[in-house]
């Protein structure tokens, strides 16, 4: 799936200046940063190209996967692969911060993120958070619009849990997306092989397309530890007909490892920059 | 310079231009795990006898992924990098240099099949037969052809319509449905089916299946007209709207301004 290529646009908006010799909190970072996101969002979509172009592709791509099910003539199957889909179409979209957290390096920014005085993780946690309402709205539109149509129904109650459940998981897997841009930074060239391979092994591993336990121990193991794992099974219980109550237990583990995720990107982006500082090749191109 | 030198000259260039830049082989990181996403749906149902349809899907994705979108940006880059008016004012003729430009992204994303069929294999332990190969050859020969058209089209398009480029994204999965990459159209709805006649792709897919397949290829020469009369079209609107498109850039002087 190809990146968005729209260079990143300048920030909008005044930013309030710490005073000298005070260090900002990540609080104020990341909220500085959320609004260069959201002005990255508003560039790069319009309503139209948005609701048409790239609404448009995700629910084909969706439907692409759940018309699988009549090659197999399995209508579990499609059942199966339509919510799989719908919810990994947040996923694919909150990777594309893989490539956006680059955009300050091709932009010449970086050098003067790095040689700021507030630490480093939250601003790239904040710039590109963009993608996650997008992710969670083309989400919701998939699994509440159109599978009513392929007779994927919900309760009210169910849609509420599921929609929350997609919202979280969404942010837990940005803790794995950022984890892979702090890599990625070191060679952005990379970026967009790196988080089409990534979100193509989420979808294989994390039980979007067959069961977790289809897989090795191994691979089980490391499924465990993806956000993804524990975020769709709980949308797969809501919609089988379970209560809210049947995504307790799914939503604390997609928490407890999206945590896991953003405490190793916040010390992958903190060794880029000490590195950078260490041998000055922060603004080197490869 | 002739034609044949010019489109040489051109699968060079852009062989050389594609060295060390990743984004243009996207597409062959990404075919083995789509094979294996594919394979391992119909292995897990019981369905070992779709491995063919699991192995040729994601080879097509990436021809079409490669032709259509990444070929389909060539003037859009030679505008941006300023080589644009060079390659006009030289004697060769253009439309042959994009053609062979074209040309060589669509061979190097044939090496996909091979890498699908890799994957196929070693998911389910026995390679996927190719009962028909001559056919096959043909059939992949046409469909590259065909798409080489297109992706010129889509080139004028994206310089033509700079709004276009905003919607590269949606190319990929609507045509992969219409053009039954994996799921045969035959078994879509007729409204969707229909329309899906008009893509080439949902001819060639159709054709490659039945070339894997051990029974007689029914029709061949009807179909295999299917997809040449359609890859025309493609080469007869590329022809008609590169001359468009470098009569407007020429007229408004837009030529250098990406």
């Keep these: 799936m190809p990146e968005l290529t729209t260079p990143a646009p300048e920030a909008t908006g005044s930013v309030r200046r710490p005073s000298p010799g005070r260090r900002p909190s990540p609080g104020r970072i990341v909220a500085a940063a959320s609004r260069v996101a959201l002005a990255d969002l508003r560039t790069v979509y319009t309503p139209l190209t948005w609701s048409v172009g790239w609404l448009g592709r995700i629910v084909t791509q969706v439907v692409f996967f759940a018309i699988i099910g009549l090659l197999l003539d399995d209508r579990e199957a499609l059942v199966r692969l339509f919510v799989g889909q719908a919810v990994m179409v947040a996923v694919v979209e909150v990777f594309m911060s893989v490539a956006s957290t680059t955009w300050e390096r091709s932009t010449g920014t970086l050098a003067l993120l790095v040689s700021a005085p507030g630490p480093l993780w939250p601003v790239f946690v904040g710039r590109s958070l963009q993608w996650i309402p997008s992710g969670v709205a083309t989400s919701g539109v998939a699994l509440f619009v159109v599978g009513p149509f392929l007779g994927v129904t919900w309760t009210v109650g169910a849609a509420v849990a599921a929609g929350l459940t997609v919202l979280l998981t969404a942010c837990a897997m940005y803790g794995v997306a950022l984890s892979l841009a702090a890599v990625v930074l070191r060679g952005p060239r990379w970026r967009n092989i790196v988080s089409n391979v990534a979100h193509t092994l989420v979808m294989l591993v994390t039980g979007v397309t067959v069961p977790v336990a289809t897989w090795p121990g191994w691979v089980q193991a490391l499924a465990q530890t993806l956000p993804m794992t524990h975020g769709l099974d709980g949308v797969r219980a809501l919609q089988a007909g379970g209560g809210p109550g049947a995504v307790g237990e799914p939503l604390l583990w997609a928490f407890l490892t999206g945590a896991g995720w953003f405490a190793l990107a916040a010390l992958g982006f903190t060794l880029f920059g000490e590195a950078g500082r260490r041998d000055g090749t922060i603004d080197l191109d490869e | 310079?002739?034609?044949?030198?010019?489109?040489?000259?051109?699968?060079?260039?852009?062989?050389?231009?594609?060295?060390?830049?990743?984004?243009?082989?996207?597409?062959?990181?990404?075919?083995?795990?789509?094979?294996?996403?594919?394979?391992?749906?119909?292995?897990?149902?019981?369905?070992?006898?779709?491995?063919?349809?699991?192995?040729?899907?994601?080879?097509?994705?990436?021809?079409?992924?490669?032709?259509?979108?990444?070929?389909?940006?060539?003037?859009?880059?030679?505008?941006?990098?300023?080589?644009?008016?060079?390659?006009?004012?030289?004697?060769?003729?253009?439309?042959?240099?994009?053609?062979?430009?074209?040309?060589?992204?669509?061979?190097?994303?044939?090496?996909?099949?091979?890498?699908?069929?890799?994957?196929?294999?070693?998911?389910?332990?026995?390679?996927?037969?190719?009962?028909?190969?001559?056919?096959?050859?043909?059939?992949?020969?046409?469909?590259?052809?065909?798409?080489?058209?297109?992706?010129?089209?889509?080139?004028?398009?994206?310089?033509?319509?700079?709004?276009?480029?905003?919607?590269?994204?949606?190319?990929?999965?609507?045509?992969?449905?219409?053009?039954?990459?994996?799921?045969?159209?035959?078994?879509?709805?007729?409204?969707?089916?229909?329309?899906?006649?008009?893509?080439?792709?949902?001819?060639?897919?159709d054709l490659l299946r039945d070339a894997l397949a051990a029974g007689p290829v029914v029709g061949l020469g009807a179909r295999l007209a299917a997809v040449v009369g359609l890859g025309a079209a493609g080469y007869v609107v590329a022809h008609g709207l590169l001359g468009r498109t470098l009569q407007r850039v020429r007229r408004t002087g837009s030529l250098a301004h990406a």
């Design chain 2, 1 to 205: 310079m002739s034609v044949v030198r010019t489109v040489a000259t051109g699968v060079v260039v852009q062989l050389r231009q594609m060295r060390g830049t990743p984004d243009w082989f996207l597409a062959l990181f990404t075919a083995p795990l789509t094979t294996a996403v594919f394979v391992t749906i119909f292995l897990h149902a019981g369905r070992g006898d779709l491995t063919a349809y699991g192995v040729l899907a994601p080879a097509l994705i990436a021809l079409w992924q490669m032709s259509l979108q990444t070929a389909g940006e060539l003037i859009a880059k030679d505008r941006e990098n300023g080589s644009l008016e060079a390659l006009l004012a030289a004697p060769a003729p253009f439309a042959a240099l994009l053609g062979g430009r074209v040309l060589a992204v669509v061979a190097v994303s044939l090496v996909a099949f091979a890498e699908a069929w890799a994957v196929g294999w070693a998911l389910t332990g026995s390679p996927v037969d190719v009962a028909h190969p001559w056919v096959f050859l043909l059939v992949l020969g046409l469909t590259a052809l065909a798409m080489t058209g297109w992706a010129g089209v889509m080139a004028c398009v994206f310089v033509l319509a700079r709004s276009a480029r905003t919607f590269q994204n949606s190319l990929s999965y609507p045509f992969y449905v219409l053009g039954g990459v994996l799921v045969p159209v035959s078994l879509l709805p007729t409204w969707v089916e229909w329309p899906s006649r008009l893509v080439f792709l949902s001819w060639s897919s």
